[in-house]
């Protein structure tokens, strides 16, 4: 079976997929109710950054050593190490939770079902200024808009593969 330029170049453009993008989770907690963590009530405070191919899907722990920064800190205690942050289903639909991990604790961050998987800014939902994180989640790759030159030299290209076409087949109706 033969096939014609044009069904081939469409049944090329049709079988190619899109490359997955790479998605970057900057996480900050404002504020945090006080917790106990062997000193006395502390306020935590701190972020991390993820970059990851494709969207979190809940219910995923990402290692502390892969992220690409991380800070926690106390009001007593100074520093602590990250753990693994988690994103996860709560409990409490509609919500997914954000876990924010240190060695021996998990602050969790409500946001409404649906947010780890679309690129914007959020803010917590839940416990306003006592408990804030902010999530911000960026598609890095974006959508692709091709620029007016090369939408006009596209459309040039179809015209001449058409005059093209055109001609080779008057060729053949004469011949």
């Known amino acids: 079976m033969k096939l014609s330029i ?3 170049v469409f049944l090329a453009l ?3 997929t899109a490359a997955e993008s790479t998605i970057r989770y900057e996480f900050t907690a ?3 109710f006080p917790i106990n963590v062997g000193n006395g009530d ?3 405070t701190g972020g991390f950054v993820l970059e990851v191919p494709g969207f979190i899907v809940p219910n995923t722990t990402i290692p502390a050593a892969d992220l690409i920064s991380c800070t926690i800190s106390g009001s007593i205690s100074g520093a602590f190490a990250c753990g693994g942050q988690g994103f996860l289903n ?3 639909p509609p919500y997914e939770t954000v876990s924010f991990s240190g060695p021996s604790f998990s602050i969790f961050y409500y946001y409404n079902a649906g947010t780890f998987g679309t690129p914007g800014v959020y803010g917590s939902e839940l416990f306003g200024d006592a408990q804030f994180g902010e999530l911000t989640i960026t ?3 974006g959508p692709v808009i091709p620029e007016p030159a090369t939408w006009a030299m596209l459309v040039a290209g179809f015209g001449l593969v058409g005059s ?3 001609r080779r087949g008057l060729a053949t109706v004469r011949a």
């Open 139 to 141: 598609d890095l790759d």
């Open 14 to 16: 049709a079988g190619a």
């Open 30 to 32: 404002f504020s945090s």
């Open 42 to 44: 502390e306020i935590i």
């Open 6 to 8: 044009p069904v081939a």
């Open 164 to 166: 093209a076409l055109r």
């Open 90 to 92: 709560d409990i409490f």
